[in-house]
């Protein structure tokens, strides 16, 4: 059965109620710590966190004055504390809570990408074995070249989403780190234990040095990563496109009932989602770009970066989260067809054991030039004429020398190209 994409939790993860209330649970972490270091009041904490609160619509419009978002949420959080409100944000800068909350955010969304990326390494997995022995063309430059297994393709995909589920995880720990430090880093007007204190409270690491900002290289690192695991979809787009094409169809994604392919033309099956997969990879690429252009800024901070992250991260991590889903439906659902890739095994008459029999020649005393001169004469042959390889071998007066009909009827065949797979697929632990 085809999923649709109702995920809402990776939007929610960027709209102004989750940010602002990650941004209050930053101010009463930093108010907790500050209380334990006797700078506030414990009355006022208490009345801190049992008043504090926010209304998103009242933000927007403080804001509307203010033309500062941190100032307008720490305006309308005083509405509901009232007097103890002089204590909320001592001796931070808004970047303390604006950065720390966008760490919060990634981790968020990181986690959520994570889910789908085990996901997708469990369905190649599955469709590997189901396919193991599934004998096939493989292509280079997309002519025909040896046989292969579609079980193998599959691996070879299950194996890049193991490799994507470590580059995930190391982004994610890049990005998990608060930052609690003042003006410009220095802890002047707080202590460095209310850092400490926000992060454990939030399941992030202290930021070991920072300036006004967490440094953007893990944010670059982060948006590199998603645009890797979105070339990893695509490279699997790419391959189910050239298979769907008419001339080859040895899978095809999944067409359902009352689906339309074409306004035009009613007998159209297209690889619609493959090619919308190919397309949003495109936007990884150019976001991760952005990304490393915010690594530089000005001396201990510009604001350039803000602007582009505003966009870049919520948008990267819902495109790829969409992705995921639909390259974890479509491999899911996938249409295979063995009967194809067996006649497709078959267009070049046998060609495909060119290189056997030249290896095999080389053994038996032949030069390798020879023996490559050898077989490409019968190649040619087979090409231009249509007819099969083995037939122009065994007629081959120079190959007799050397091997007997029986001899490449035996070479010739097809489930040797299968005597691998098994230890290929041990060394991948399946």
């Known amino acids: 059965m ?3 994409y109702t995920r809402p939790q990776m939007g929610a993860i960027w709209n102004d109620e989750n940010k602002y209330r990650i941004w209050l649970d930053i101010e ?3 108010t907790e710590a500050q209380t334990q ?14 008043k504090a609160n926010f209304d998103v619509k009242r933000v927007l419009e403080i804001e509307e004055t203010t033309k500062h978002d941190v100032i307008a949420f720490l305006t309308n959080v005083a509405e509901y504390v009232g007097e103890s409100a002089r204590f909320i944000h001592l001796g931070m800068t808004s970047s303390d809570v604006l950065d720390t909350c966008l760490s919060v955010q990634l981790k968020q969304a990181g986690e959520l990408l994570m889910q789908s990326l085990e996901r997708l390494r469990d369905i190649t997995a599955r469709r590997a074995q189901e396919f193991k022995y599934a004998l096939c063309i493989g292509r280079t430059h997309g002519i025909h070249a040896e046989p292969t297994t579609f079980g193998l393709k599959f691996l070879l995909w299950h194996e890049e989403s193991k490799r994507n589920i470590t580059r995930l995880n190391q982004a994610i720990e890049s990005v998990s780190v608060a930052m609690i430090s003042g003006a410009v880093g220095t802890y002047e007007h707080i202590s460095m234990k209310v850092e400490e204190h926000v992060a454990t409270k939030l399941g992030l690491k202290p930021a070991p040095v920072s300036t006004q900002v967490i440094q953007r290289d893990r944010h670059a690192e982060f948006l590199s990563v998603l645009a890797i695991i979105g070339a990893s979809l695509e490279k699997i787009a790419v391959e189910i496109r050239h298979l769907q094409r008419t001339e080859v169809l040895e899978a095809e994604e999944f067409f359902s009932k009352g689906q339309k ?3 035009a033309m009613p007998h159209k099956r297209n690889p619609i ?3 919308r997969v190919c397309g949003l990879a495109r936007l990884l690429r150019g976001n991760a770009m952005a990304a490393m252009e915010n690594v530089a800024l000005w001396h201990e901070r510009d604001i350039s970066h803000s602007s582009v992250e505003r966009v870049i991260c919520p948008d990267s991590t819902i495109t790829l989260d969409y992705m995921l889903h639909l390259i974890n439906n479509l491999l899911d659902n996938l249409l295979v067809y063995p009967e194809t890739m067996r006649k497709n095994l078959d267009i070049t008459c046998g060609l495909t054991f060119s290189q056997t029999i030249l290896l095999e020649l080389a053994q038996r005393g032949a030069s390798r030039e020879d023996a490559y001169a ?3 004469r019968n190649a040619m042959q087979t090409w231009q004429e249509r007819k099969p ?5 065994k007629a081959d007066m120079e190959i007799g020398k050397y091997l007997s009909h029986a001899e490449l009827d035996e070479i010739c065949n097809l489930d040797k190209s299968k005597r691998n ?5 041990a060394r991948c632990g399946l």
């Open 421 to 425: 797979v098994d230890a290929i697929f």
């Open 273 to 275: 989602v493959s090619e």
């Open 261 to 263: 392919g074409s306004s």
């Open 389 to 393: 390889f083995l037939d122009y071998l």
């Open 28 to 30: 009463i972490a930093s």
């Open 374 to 376: 050898i077989v490409q």
């Open 2 to 4: 085809i999923e649709r």
């Open 37 to 50: 270091l006797g700078i506030v009041p414990r009355e006022a904490l208490e009345t801190i966190k049992a």
